[in-house]
């Protein structure tokens, strides 16, 4: 009996960990800083991001016509959003430089030119 | 095929001055089927075909190609003129430039469809390019080229004298992927086929990450290589990148072949912020990187790989 409860201690235990790491994430994404960026053909706006180092951001992508992609080769970032649809992607750059970045599903006569560049400064 | 005969063929080409061509021996002179004969243990039989690629037709845009309404057709004086027919023409992607119409980008299909038709080897493989395919996921471009393609889908294998090719699709998806139901479709066809068999992909975007800024890459194109290693001979060629490029995978080759509409910048250091911008055109060299190539190898010993410049025709 004395086993069982020390289980169930534990789990519980456990469960209210995940449940404030959530919260905190959760709490952590409210504070950060949000970049609100436009997707349509052929153009992203603004096309150029400043970032500071080490300073978490969010990413905040809303495709104005049809579906787009956002892709960072060198930061391994990527994402896609629907026509009308926003979706978010953070990241904590951890290296100072220029970053370009591209629509990575094709779009159209002038997909090639849907392109920005991320500038993290120190 | 003689050697002088090959070099005849060369040097009429270098008349011809236009298109990607790419010749193909059992004996040997070609790297991509070096040895064919020997590793599979036939008679050679020599034969060559061409690769045409990226000839984005109703692309409209003086200052890159004042001819863009020509030089498809002049490729094809061109092609027309050899001296020795080619055993088929491969046109791996872009056969045309998109455009959001729908109804315009069939009709440019069509036109493309009828402008081949004047080749005088109407054996013909076709691929498509994002150009073609992306925005409607190869709908229409399976609607107009369904005589040209052996079945219903825009991938496929044939067998040329002894040597397979494999014709993907890493396009039709607008991410640039060849996905999960034509890898499973790859791996069947590919356990059909001995592992020192020669073996050819054709393919529109590179398989591998040439520069993945510009997209020039297929997002599980690594899935595809990894499937390719066991086999001992093979040789990928694609377009997309509008210029000449030559990679080793392992001991895959993979050569891309030069547009016929504009030439690109070639691909700069990675994470460059380099734009992926059409070469312009020069009034004192027309065609200037749309040019042809020639691969051959001498038995077991060089490899040639040799560009030839454009003449205007």
Known sequence: MKRLDKHKTVLF????????????????????????ITAKKFEYNPSILELKLGEPVVI???????????????????????????????????????????????????HEDMVGKIVVKK | MKKKEIFDRRDFLKVAGIGGVVFASGLGFFPALGGIAKAAGRKSEDFYFLQ????????????????????????????NSLKFKPDFIVFTGD???????????????????EIIKGLNVQNIKLLPGEHDASLDQGAVFKDVFKSFLPGDTTYYTFIHKGVHFIALDNVSDAE??????????????????????????????????????????????????????????????????????HHKTGHIVHHSAK????????????GS???????????????????????????????????????KG
Request: glycine residues 6%; charged residues 30%.
């Open chain 1, 13 to 36: 235990l456990v469960m209210l960990f995940l449940v404030s790491l959530q919260l905190g994430k959760a709490k952590s994404e409210e504070t950060e800083r949000i970049i609100s």
């Open chain 1, 60 to 110: 905040e992508l809303k495709s104005l016509d049809r579906k787009h992609g956002f892709k960072v080769p060198a930061l391994g970032l990527e994402t896609v959003v629907k026509g009308g649809e926003t979706t978010r992607v953070r990241i904590v750059p951890d290296k100072v430089g220029e970053f370009p970045f591209h629509c990575s599903v094709f779009c159209g006569s002038g």
């Open chain 2, 52 to 79: 045409l690629s990226d000839t984005h037709w109703g692309f409209d845009g003086p200052k890159v190609n004042p001819e863009s309404k020509n030089t498809l057709k002049k490729a094809i004086e061109s092609v």
């Open chain 2, 95 to 113: 056969l045309t430039h998109t455009t959001d119409d729908e109804h315009i980008r069939r009709a440019r299909m069509e036109e493309f469809r």
């Open chain 2, 176 to 245: 640039g992927a060849v996905g999960d139901v034509q890898i499973a479709w790859l791996k069947k066809e590919l356990a059909k086929i001995k592992k020192d068999a020669p073996l050819i992909l054709l393919t529109h975007r590179p398989l591998f990450d040439l520069k993945i800024e510009w997209d020039w890459a297929t997002k599980d194109g690594k899935q595809v290589v990894d499937l390719l290693l066991p086999y001992k001979d093979v040789t990928v060629f694609y377009g997309h990148i509008h210029q000449e490029n």
């Open chain 2, 259 to 270: 547009s016929l509409i504009f030439p690109l910048p070639p691909p700069s250091p990675g």
């Open chain 2, 273 to 311: 912020t380099q734009r992926k911008a059409p070469i312009q055109w020069d009034v004192a060299q027309p065609f200037r990187g749309l040019g042809f190539r020639s691969i051959q190898e001498e038995a077991e010993k060089v490899e040639e790989i040799k560009e030839w410049p454009v003449v």
